[in-house]
């Protein structure tokens, strides 16, 4: 479906604010537009209605076309996004290239006439000029930590206005970092190292792991569901590796699926050997590591022992993407929202 910007993140809510569970919202940050005029913007967060179909439904058939029901407009283009929810509220984090990090609430959202987004929260850690390049947010202790392309990290806590602590964290770009632990967060950035930080004591890392390609350097990572231990990344050589942090510095797997970067990688909740990953290539794979195949470890797997599935292909870049069940999302350069049902 054509929603006519550029879809730079999608997330899928994690859980349905209504009954229906073939009912879903889908969160999505666009990036495109005169972003010099910023009593103009044209960027946008917005919360759109899905219907997937249901078991009984031919595959991908007879969908429903998505509905907008409720935006903000957002001051530059918007480079991460997370769900942030509370038993009674569906609040939306986003961070964008002009340096800001915004917390909204989406209001009413099963009463599609009635919906709307308010700010409630709107904080810039850095200089003037610094671009958020990635974030994440631990909901527990309603913590946000941001990395820039100044290589700064910045710990944020949500009821707060100053920032807990900032760190130089690297010489180049921070292009990922994600929580590992309750006070443990890593850090991806353009010197392809993963580096791993403890919140109560930030000045330097306590573990550098380093990836094995020269020239290569990280997009993206994220963290199996159930094993915790594990990590994934994509990179800029179109490579998915696989980390284990009881390890000392290489990855376990690396495979190269894509032609060029890896913008997004993420497990399968419901399948965790799987691995789904979207590229600059316009292609969306999903990494099968089957355990009835491999050793005890699968993710120690050799190239030909794991199945490489391609489940979308188009013509632009896939710039994000979010699966819940079966149920597939994808957001791309070409201005679309693309669906597919896995199998």
């Known amino acids: 479906w054509t929603i006519g910007s550029v879809i730079s993140k999608i997330r899928l ?3 349905s604010s209504t009954s229906d569970s073939q009912t879903s919202y889908v969160a999505i940050g666009t990036s495109d537009g005169d972003q010099l005029c910023l009593s103009n913007p044209s960027n946008t967060v917005s919360v759109w209605k899905m219907q997937f179909p249901s078991k009984d439904d031919e595959k ?4 429903e076309e998505p509905r907008k029901v409720c935006f903000a407009t957002t001051q530059g283009s918007v480079t991460e996004m997370k769900w942030f929810q509370t038993s009674e509220r569906d609040l939306v984090l986003h961070s964008t ?5 915004c917390l909204q609430e989406a209001f009413d959202l099963a009463f599609e006439e009635e919906a709307t987004m308010q700010q409630l ?3 810039h850690p850095g200089d003037e000029g610094s671009v958020i390049s990635s974030m994440d947010v631990q909901q527990g202790r309603n913590d946000v930590i ?3 392309e100044e290589g700064m990290v910045y710990l944020l806590g949500l009821d707060e206005v100053k920032p807990k602590f900032q760190v130089s964290a690297d010489e180049l770009s921070i292009n990922a970092i994600r929580y590992v632990r309750s006070s443990v967060f890593v850090t991806g950035s353009s010197t392809a190292s993963l580096k791993f930080w403890d919140i109560r004591a930030p000045a330097k890392p306590i573990k550098i792991m380093k990836e094995n390609s020269h020239g290569a350097f990280f997009h993206s990572v994220t ?3 159930s094993q915790p231990d594990f990590l994934a990344t994509g990179s800029s050589d179109g490579c998915v590796s696989i980390w284990d942090m009881r390890q000392t510095k290489w990855p376990t797997h690396r495979n190269k699926g894509h032609r060029t970067n890896v913008w997004e990688v993420m497990f399968h909740v419901d399948q965790p050997n799987c691995i789904l ?3 600059n290539d316009g292609v969306a794979l999903l990494w099968d590591f089957n355990p009835d195949k491999l050793p005890s470890n ?3 797997a050799k190239n030909d022992q794991i199945t490489i599935t391609e489940v979308v292909n188009t013509g632009m870049s896939i710039n994000s993407l979010d699966v819940r069940g079966n149920n597939l999302v994808c957001g791309t350069d070409n201005r679309a929202l693309i669906y597919r049902t896995l199998s």
């Open 13 to 15: 809510q994690p859980t």
């Open 298 to 300: 699968p993710f120690e």
């Open 121 to 123: 929260m709107r904080w």
């Open 277 to 279: 990953s979207s590229g």
């Open 97 to 101: 290239d002009k340096g800001y990090i």
């Open 60 to 63: 991908d058939s007879n969908l």
């Open 223 to 225: 963290q199996h569901p």
């Open 146 to 148: 941001v990395g820039t």
